[in-house]
């Protein structure tokens, strides 16, 4: 295996004493492999780790700012592309939520029964659960209203 | 001035109406009663040809233009859509919803094709829905949740029929081509690529596109924009399609 070559260094603390880095090495055969490495400026006898020498020199501590500032914007960008799927994923969940509670409130009795196209349609317009609660017990209201009403004349 | 006589009978006006169906699932004849409706909200006098189960008919079916009784399989919708009254038929899937008033001049959309589709397209957020699009031969791009069709030309409605029995018979696995993927016998969308593309008969129909696409059948799950607005269209859906979203199993 040859001798690792560091790529895009970035420190990893905010007191610059570790860094993130690809590791390039390369077999006998000459197949090259890349992993992620953690570099830390001190050994465990406090002295400084060569390889910290070695990325100094090569990127500079210009090159390695750089780099960090690359880094933290890929992973906010990152992070911002992720919130705005769960933000999608969420809005698809309600919508599949609203149309199934929908057709669930259609089903109601008093609801499948009703003849008022405006409220029918006014349930089927909801944007959200709250709308769909307040058409529907609108409705259901009005059916139970007329219901009585009819009953009442029945009797008298 | 006088005006002129007529030399010949007047054209006399393609009838027009949407066909639904709802087989094997009461949430299908749920929806597909929510589905008319919804279209009457823009278009009250629209005509309506109501393919389902007896067991499940009630009341509601009762304002309903022509209510026919269908059998239990996976796809008795293309036994209706063969068996429209109508001259021109806009064929919707049950488990969609009609939510603008462009719905009133779909049938314009016709034009001098015989069929006119929405065609499934390459942008990722469209390709995440659709499972198995490409296959070694082909594609199956032509989406079979809604279809426009002019019903009155006997060589569409042959399709249709043809439509149907093939893909009753692909799916109890009498029939399937040889050479091609096995994955896709599940798909009528097979059958129906089959039919447009290697059945010399039909090598003539003129097969349309909706020239605003995906509006026509919006997959819920293609998700929203950060503004709210829906992807994949620039205008506000005409028809919504919950598919994967829609509670199928659900008992009412």
């Known amino acids: 295996m040859t001798k690792p070559i560091w790529e895009t260094p970035a420190w990893d603390n905010e007191s610059k004493t570790r860094m993130i880095a690809m590791m390039v090495t390369t077999d006998e055969d000459g197949k090259e492999s890349r992993s992620t490495a953690t570099i830390n400026k001190f050994d465990d006898k406090k002295k400084i780790n060569p390889d910290w020498d070695e990325i100094i020199t090569i990127h500079g501590l210009k090159g390695i700012d750089k780099n960090t500032d690359n880094r933290m914007a890929f992973r906010r960008q990152k992070q911002n592309k992720e919130r705005r799927a769960d933000e999608e994923r969420e809005k698809a969940k309600e919508l599949e939520r609203l149309f199934n509670s929908k057709l669930a409130c259609f089903e109601i009795t008093e609801i499948k029964n009703s003849k008022n196209r405006k409220l029918r349609s006014k349930i089927r317009k909801a944007k959200n659960e709250i709308e769909l609660i307040a058409y529907t017990s609108l409705l259901v209201m009005e059916e139970y209203q007329n219901e009585t009403k009819e009953s009442a004349v029945a009797t008298a | ?252």
């Open chain 2, 1 to 252: 001035m006088k005006p002129k006589k007529a030399q010949s009978q007047p054209h006399k006006k393609p009838t027009q109406g949407f066909v639904v169906i709802a087989s094997r699932k009461k949430s299908f004849y749920v929806s597909a009663l929510n589905l008319m409706e919804s279209i009457r909200d823009y278009m009250p006098d629209a005509k309506f040809a109501f393919f389902t189960e007896e067991k499940w008919i009630d009341h509601r079916c009762d304002d309903i233009d022509y209510v026919f009784h269908c059998g239990g399989h996976v796809r008795e919708k293309m036994y209706g859509m063969a068996n429209s009254p109508f001259d021109q038929t806009f064929y919707i899937d049950a488990d969609c919803e009609c939510e603008h008033e462009d719905i009133a001049d779909v049938f314009d959309r016709l034009g001098d094709n015989d069929m006119v589709f929405v065609k499934l397209t390459k942008e990722k957020d469209a390709q995440r829905v659709f499972i198995e699009v490409n296959f070694e031969q082909g594609a199956l791009e032509l989406c079979g949740g809604v279809c426009l069709y002019n019903s009155a030309k006997p060589l569409v409605k042959e399709f249709m029929q043809d439509w149907y029995e093939l893909y009753v018979k692909q799916s109890s696995g009498e029939w399937w081509p040889e050479g091609y993927p096995k994955s896709l016998a599940r798909w009528d969308q097979f059958t129906l690529w089959w039919l447009v593309n290697k059945v010399e008969k039909y090598k003539d129909l003129k097969i349309g596109i909706f020239e605003d696409n995906y509006r026509w059948n919006w997959f819920a799950p293609f998700g929203f924009h950060a503004d709210g607005k829906h992807k994949l269209v620039d205008k506000h859906p005409v028809i919504i399609h919950y598919s994967c979203f829609f509670k199928k199993d659900k008992d009412y």
